[in-house]
């Protein structure tokens, strides 16, 4: 069985930082792209990064771009999300997910979705 | 500009079909790049629904299709029952962005 499993969310100020994790199991981590995406409250979803398999290539959504950083361990089956500079934008579930075909998991149609951790910006 | 539109909302009685529409661009499905579906209920994750425009995971029933031409797709619910209700996103990758792009939602409401 495929597990997904976030952690790491929690209250922080404007302009702080938290750092969530994501721990895979039940298929090889190592082969597939991973995501994060993202849910304020009552809104939609949105994708924020991406990080390829061997970590070579990664992307972000403008809003977040040079605030938050991806990255992955792949010896630990986790991805991350370093979020520094939060802004009250930035609040709501953030979700990890990858696609069951590894060869096309960057491109979306994500199979495996963890269950979030919420991600809470307030003075 | 890289945007997948979406109706906010689509209603229909037991029964009957809806569809939903998702418009793109030339930098996202206009490209070739595949659209796919999801089905969140409130309080969960998102579902896979539909994947690579037109096909489903296993258990998920055949009432859901999805098509797709030039720069827009679609997803069609024929047979529809009252535990479809639900939110409805398309997504696709884009070019511009360099990831991956949700549409804004769609709530469906069975009435």
């Known amino acids: 069985e495929v597990l997904l499993v976030e952690s790491g969310g929690g209250v922080a100020q404007p302009g702080g930082s938290l750092r969530l994790s994501c721990e895979a199991s039940g298929f090889t981590f190592g082969h597939h792209a991973m995501h994060w995406v993202r849910q304020a409250p009552g809104k939609g979803l949105q994708w924020v990064s991406l990080?390829?398999?061997?970590?070579?290539?990664?992307s972000y959504i403008g809003s977040v771009r040079g605030r938050f950083t991806i990255s992955r361990e792949n010896s630990k089956n986790s991805l991350y999300l370093e979020m520094n500079s939060l802004e009250t934008d930035d609040s709501g579930f953030y979700y990890c997910?990858?696609?069951?075909?590894?060869?096309?998991?960057?491109?979306?149609?994500?199979?495996?979705w963890g269950q979030g951790t919420l991600v809470s910006v307030s003075s | 500009q890289s945007v997948l539109t979406q109706p906010p909302s689509v209603s229909g009685a037991p029964g009957q079909r809806v569809t939903i529409t998702c418009t793109g661009s030339?930098?996202?499905?206009?490209?070739?790049?595949?659209v796919h579906w999801y089905q969140q209920l409130p309080g969960t994750a998102p579902k896979l629904l539909i994947y690579?425009?037109?096909s489903r995971p296993s258990g998920v029933p055949d009432r859901f299709s999805g098509s797709k031409s030039g720069t827009s797709a679609s997803l069609a619910i024929t047979g529809l029952q009252a535990e479809d209700e639900a939110d409805y996103y398309c997504q696709s990758y884009d070019n511009n962005l360099s990831g991956v792009l949700f549409g804004g939602g769609t709530k469906l409401t069975v009435l």
């Open positions: 990080i390829s398999w061997d970590s070579s290539r990664v």
């Open positions: 030339r930098s996202n499905i206009g490209t070739g790049y595949a």
């Open positions: 997910a990858t696609k069951a075909d590894r060869y096309t998991s960057a491109y979306g149609g994500f199979d495996f």
């Open positions: 690579d425009n037109n």
